[in-house]
């Protein structure tokens, strides 16, 4: 099979059509050796990527940034922070991975700002600052603020600032004080940090909380505020003119009617919604709160989505990203079967219809850590432990929520080789390198024809060679199975079936009689069974006229 069909992107949508690679530059790759990853690593890395195939790389934050959040804060959206490189670096990554037919989004975090960015140290200075409404004020006394409404993070969401007598509000950390979006000076002046970046050959961007920019907290509300869609609509006719950008919005709070509103085209909003529906079933309320996966229900989500959004809208397919554990230690097996449940995972998803994000390290099937509390950077587990300390909460039950949920299971450095720290850094790393790096690596999987890595290049293959994949409608079988998950996908004259094992049990499954005789475009296991062999995965195709 040819290794790669160039995109192309000359067409508006080509993003439909598109595999994207998520990359969280701090684990990435460090090239000079401070133990943090940099631009010039991901450009030492892009022949790696070009041999998996993909067709755009989603580039968390390299914005100048006191990293309280790892650059979800931003203190300057035109510059590039030290820490990662200089702007030349930046210019040479877009140029380099350009030429591979890769194109560069990256991922703007227009909710908030740091609260070291020049635009909020101006408007905590007086009242009558020009940048003071750049901000969500509110007045107070030290001890009663505006309402209860309490940080993503923990904590109040509001943040007293005495000289001043208001609160300014924040739906993150105190260092991320929400922007104004009320206040056309602040997006204007948004619109031309976008627009810098497009300059520059920027092909896309990922929006973070884009669902929550609008909101009203004097009616405790945050996500879908009734400003929201005017606010997207100027976004896109103001920053994004040009044909073929793409843009991401991260939208928790996007159920299947929203979606439609976000990405239907003629709409002009965003190109494609990325919501949690699915990724959230296998917990009770709160997120540290883990239950069981029920798989029909899953099943049913998936289902809801293909079908909802066929023709109307356009959805993002992922497991995971910098903020969720690792998919083959949350639905798959990360000891006896992780070869086989990683590549299960990645056929029922890359089988649907959507644009496929893959997150670092999840194509060699990198799996979770466990760390002691000490160990661990993110704040959000350093908010959650004290948290449940103080409630009385038992503490080797908050590291077992740590271990399974905590966003550090994402952000531990890529794993490159046997080599020390893994071949991400010469120095000691940021965060630990999970210690299955001598098993576990990118120099082993391209040495090994069966890996998981060249599964997901064949994949990644497949949604551009067969059409039926991108654009195909959705059925699914067996809906109340709760161990196989299989589906059929029909475009025109192509036929495709999916099924997974989604267990580690041998199950019956009949293949519905039109696929008899059909084609395997992919399988984790090499020969076929009467019976679905643990985990076992496969993508069969006919092609009737
Ligand atoms: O995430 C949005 C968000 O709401 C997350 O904080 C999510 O609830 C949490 O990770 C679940 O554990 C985005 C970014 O992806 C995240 O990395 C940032 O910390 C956050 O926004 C603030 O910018």
Partial sequence: MANRTALDKTQPDWWKQAVFYQIYPKSFQDTDGDGLGDLQGIIKRLDYLQTLGIDGIWLSPVFASPQADNGYDISDYCAIDPMFGTMDDMEHLIRAAKKRGISIIMDLVLNHSSDEHPWFLEARKSRENPYHDFYVWRDGTPDTPPNDMQAVFGGSAWTYVPHLRQYYFHQFLEKQPDLNWENPALRNALYQAIRFWTDKGIEGFRLDVIDQIAKEPDRKITANGSRLHEFLQELHREAFPQAGIVTVGETWSADID????????????????????????????????????????????????????????????????????????????????????????????????????????????????????????????????????????????????????????????????????????????????????????????????????????????????????????????????????????????????????????????????????????????????????????????????
């Fill in 258 to 545: 929203r979606a439609r509103l976000f990405s239907a085209p003629e709409r002009k909003e965003l190109s494609m919604v990325f919501q949690f529906e699915h990724i959230c079933l296998d917990q009770a309320g709160e997120k540290w709160d883990a239950i069981p996966l029920d798989l029909p229900r899953l099943k049913d989500c998936v289902r809801r989505w293909q079908q909802g959004l066929h023709t109307e809208g356009w959805n993002s397919l992922f497991f995971n990203n910098h903020d969720l554990p690792r998919i083959v230690s949350r639905w798959g097996d990360d000891t006896t079967y992780r070869v086989a449940s990683a590549k299960m995972l990645a056929t029922m998803l890359h089988g649907l219809q959507g644009t496929p994000y893959i997150y670092q390290g999840e194509e060699l099937g990198m799996t979770n850590i466990r760390l002691p509390i000490t160990a661990y950077v993110d704040p959000e587990i350093h908010n959650l432990y004290r948290d449940r300390l103080a409630k009385g909460v038992p503490e080797e039950e908050i590291m077992q929520s740590i271990w399974a949920r905590g966003r550090d299971n994402a952000r531990t450095p890529m794993q490159w080789n046997t080599e020390p720290f893994a071949g991400f850094s010469t120095a000691e790393p940021w965060l630990p390198v999970n210690p299955n790096y001598q098993t576990i690596n990118a120099q082993a999987a391209l040495d090994d024809p069966d890996s998981v890595f060249w599964y997901y290049q064949k994949l990644i293959a497949l949604r551009k060679r067969y059409p039926v994949i991108g654009r195909g409608d959705f059925t699914l079988l067996c809906p109340q199975d709760t161990r196989v998950f299989a589906y059929v996908r029909r475009w025109n004259e192509q036929k495709l079936c999916v099924i997974c094992n989604f267990t580690a049990e041998t199950v019956p499954f009949a293949v519905p009689e039109d696929f008899d005789g059909a084609e395997t475009l992919l399988a984790n296991y090499k020969d076929t069974g009467a019976m679905l062999r643990p985990y076992e995965a496969k993508m069969l195709l006919v092609t009737a006229p």
